[in-house]
């Protein structure tokens, strides 16, 4: 049956569209009962990114209005004005889209992470309202498996992409883990705050907050678990500190070398690891020259994550061989399709005659033990397998070869099968 | 025995060069060859084994007595404490040090005769067993210390010059390596310790002339015992204890590979 998929995404729509076109959990549900009306199958994803409705019916075109119209009913704007961000894909180059999606080859920064959980969230939420078949159940699977080869055999997710994770990474080159460290927050800037999140993510111990405003700095404080200080105690919480998050607006270096050089006598060697992502910068550059100190500005931060996200995109190319490998096996499953009537029909006639057979002999076959009774079924079932083996086999093939119609049709009619095969399906091109 | 010992030679160091090459490799195309590496110190490995069982079985005493000998078993010695937890993903640059090294000192056993048939030796088998196991286990210990710490400056340079790069290759932290380049030396110490001890209570017992060797050895104990002494009492770290960490490799070099096959054998 075809496969549709409607959908946008960052690509052709921009964020204030993707709004409207989100679903949360309870409109996707409803969203999936209405889509499925009929008995089609239907999947909704819906990330921050994108929002894309999946669909397998007899009537693709019917099927492509009806999602047209959910999503005109959700963001509440006409036809004409959703047709332009919107896609339609079916078939094949469908599921090859979704397979590019899982494997994070379709995101704004390449192998993220999180759209493998909302491809799975989407497949789960179908499954419970029943609304998955046999194509979007294999689709699916197929996906999440892609997804997760992509991210196995190729080293597309493993550097950081953002400033805030790129730093966090680099802390962890100086320090084993983050587990217990010591965080000291200079100032409170939107950037500092992902970082310290996702610092704070990794385990660090206890952070220390130091602002020239002290309700600030208590405020901050308060959200992190935390205690500040003011920016005069700078200097003494060095001394114990293992990672520096800068961020005031301060027109001058709040932290000099030679403060720092005091710090690090008392540290007996520890390490400690700036970041310094204000402008004008907070820590002055000749930290870097001391002995245990390492030192990163926003602009040191950009250039990691950009030479990341270049290696990403080499690995990017590794990744579409998988995709295009996972595509092959779709497709010759769904080609499978046109033959598994014919073969199941096959076997099921030929293992009535056995049936038959055996109960007609019945009068000459009721002298037998129970043991050669049970041998002469297992005989008879071996026969008919082994007669079967290489047809099933053979349209197998054909169907892989696009010719599975011509040889179900010429089965059914060899054999006088009754005509069971799926009206609206047609012999592929 | 010596056609068996070449047989065995060459898949050794075949192994131990491919892993060189693949861990260079592995540098430009991070992932990639770092599955064959792994392999080849394998195999290079289970060959040297291979190699040491058959020189053990057709000696008649302690077959690594001579100065190309233990160079093989030193070569071994190293390998196989790499191999312990050197392959594992995070350590796998130090295969960057340590294989290219293997395979050199390899060749260098045998253009000197000691994969072949063992030599006899003027001293007993047991003394020799100690004095030499302990003395060259140190000193492999030492060689992958001396590797950490390589790895160490290799890293803290990237760090400290802000590669853009730098997080591309998976490597330890700065502070695993510093741990565990103390935590080597500070076992290999009394091996070393226990080892030049045997040597020296020998050389007493008999009355023999104390050697150039003999002295270096001391100098070498000296400066890793200053390198445990300086961390733990002056709170040494990073950068200067791995220079000092390299200062007693080099020590290592010259009594192991350029002085000791020309005045202690």
Redesign the interface.
Known sequence: MPLVLVGTSYQRAPVELRELLAYDPDLRRDALGRLSTDGAEAAVLSTCNRTEVYGVNPEPRELEERIYGELAGLSGLSHSELAPALYTVTDEAAAVHLFRVAAGLDSMVPGEAQILGQVRDAYEAAREKKTAGPTLHRLFRQALRVGKRVRTETAIGENPASVSSAAAELAERVFENLEGRRILLLGAGKTADLTAANLISRGVGEIVVANRSPERAAALARRFGGRAVGLDAVEAELASTDVVVASTSSQGFVLSAPQVARAMKERRGRPIFFIDIAVPRDVDPAVIELEGCYLYDIDDLERVVAESVAGRREEAVRAEAIVSEEADAFRAWQLSLDVVPAISSLRARAESIRREELERAEGRLASLSPSQRRAVEALTSQIVAKLLHQPTVRMKEAAAGADGVLYADAVRHLFGLGDDADPARKPRQ | MTETALLLFWPALAGYTEAAVAYAGDTVR??RLVRYAIWGVRLGWLAQTALLVAQAASADGFPWGTWAGSLNLFVWMCVGVYLIWGCRAPFRLLGLVVMPLAAVLLVLAWAAGGVGEPAGSQFGDVFLAFHVGLILAAFAAFTLAAALASLYLW?ERR??R?T?????L???????LDQLTGRTIAVALPALTVGAGIGLARLESEGAAFDAIMGLTLLTWGVYAAFLVLRWEA??????TAYLALAGFLLVVLVRVVLTPFVHF
């Not at chain 2, 998976?170 to 695993?176: A, F, Q």
């Open positions: 991070p992932g890293q760090l400290k802000r853009p790069g730098v997080l591309r998976r490597s330890p932290s700065l502070e695993t709170g040494w770290r990073g950068r200067r």
